[in-house]
Every structure is written in structure tokens, then in C-alpha cells.
T-cell receptor
């Protein structure tokens, strides 16, 4: 039972354009959502998060949008840079259950 | 460095052997987590410590897996009678957030790649 899903295994975007990564979830008890970025042979690196009481959070080139009615969140990266090429994971947690539930990841490639 | 460290970075063992994987969390972080990541998948939760106690061990796959954190800092994940299916990257993370607060940003170590032959 995959509670967090990233349906696109890969995404290719031209440098300077917008990258949009999508994530869907099924558990309505999730109230905190995070995006992580992972390079090969490294652990995931925290990027940005959003609480369920908000619908948008922005940090520099990264913006996360949350649509609770659709149980959908997205990460926008603009402008995309070659260093953004990595695997991106979305993750969710609920209340006192501190564990994170991760999606399968999306491999983003930024082309020069 | 100030981040989460894990040792060893790679471990190759034979089926049936016992292994220990170590995690040093960020100094002062009270919460510590273990995850397992198989190829092509996202990390999967194993166990969560708040201080010295295991607050949630619901992700441990069976009784061959055990983890300790005796002094509330370093943690060791122990796997008995290893099987080929245990091969994965084992990730440790730590967090400064208390359980009752929001903002569960967890900071990950580089992982230990375990290969069971």
C-alpha cells in the first residue's frame, strides 16, 4: 500500500526553465510534507517543507504547493540549474508519528 | 563535520552472518531514525528513537533486526542471520524536533550499503 506516490520516475528539463515535480498521497492524516534531494552515494538532503495549514511555501528558487482536497503536492524549481540534477523524494508524516513515508522518487535531469 | 555520520560506508557479508551498523547523529538531536532504501525505491522507515528509548519500531521487518541507543546519542542497528534480501542502503537520520511540535525535518547521513552474498 503505497501511501505516497511519485508517478513520474524521471523528468528532463532545459536549463533556465521551470521544473515541476509532482506527488500524490492517500492518507488524509498526513499533516506535514517535505521534499528531499538525493545525489548518488549521498544521503537525502532536506530541501523544503510545508504544513497542512498552508497551501504554499517558498524558499528561493524552490516553491512547494499543497492541494489538500486533491491530496497532491508539487515542487517548482525556477530557474532550473544543472546542479539541480538529482533524485527528488517527497515525504509525509502525521501528528505524533514522526516517521516519514517516502515516495519512490523522481530523477530530474537539467539539460544545458 | 557537524552532520550525521554512518559507519561503515560499505559492508559485504555472507548469508547467515551478523552485522552491526553505526550511526552518529547531529550533536544535541534527541530524535534518531533508521530507514532502509532498496534500489529504485524511496527510504522505508525501520525504527525511531526519542532519547534512549525506541518510540516506534513498527518498521522493523522481523525479529532478526534490532537497534539500540543506550546513551541517547550513537545508535547501532543489528541484523542477525543476514539474508540476501537484506541487501540495501541503510540510512540514519536525526532531528531536533520534539514529538509534539511540528516541523519534522530530518537530516540524513550518507548511509551504509549492505551487501549480503
Amino acid at each position: 500500500d503505497q501511501q505516497v506516490k511519485q508517478n513520474s520516475p524521471s523528468l528532463s528539463v532545459q536549463e533556465g526553465r521551470i521544473s515541476i515535480l509532482n506527488c500524490d498521497y492517500t492518507n488524509s492524516m498526513f499533516d506535514y510534507f517535505l521534499w528531499y534531494k538525493k545525489y548518488p552515494a549521498e544521503g537525502p538532503t532536506f530541501l523544503i517543507s510545508i504544513s497542512s495549514i498552508k497551501d504554499k511555501n517558498e524558499d528561493g528558487r524552490f516553491t512547494v504547493f499543497l492541494n489538500k482536497s486533491a491530496k497532491h503536492l508539487s515542487l517548482h524549481i525556477v530557474p532550473s540549474q544543472p546542479g539541480d540534477s538529482a533524485v527528488y523524494f517527497c515525504a509525509a508524516s502525521s501528528g505524533l508519528a514522526q516517521k516519514l513515508v517516502f515516495g519512490q522518487g523522481t530523477r530530474l535531469t537539467i539539460n544545458p | 563535520g557537524a552532520g550525521v555520520s554512518q559507519t561503515p560506508s560499505n559492508k559485504v557479508t555472507e548469508k547467515g552472518k551478523y552485522v552491526e551498523l553505526r550511526c552518529d547523529p547531529i550533536s544535541g538531536h534527541t530524535a534518531l531514525y533508521w530507514y532502509r532504501q532498496s534500489l529504485g525505491q524511496g527510504p522505508e522507515f525501520l525504527i525511531y528513537f526519542q532519547g534512549t528509548g525506541a518510540a516506534d519500531d513498527s518498521g522493523l521487518p522481523n525479529d532478526r533486526f534490532f537497534a539500540v541507543r543506550p546513551e541517547g546519542s550513537v545508535s547501532t542497528l543489528k541484523i542477525q542471520r543476514t539474508e540476501r534480501g537484506d541487501s540495501a542502503v541503510y540510512l540514519c537520520a536525526s532531528s531536533s524536533t520534539p514529538p509534539l511540535a511540528g516541523g519534522n525535518e530530518q537530516f540524513f547521513g550518507p548511509g551504509t550499503r549492505l551487501t549480503v552474498l
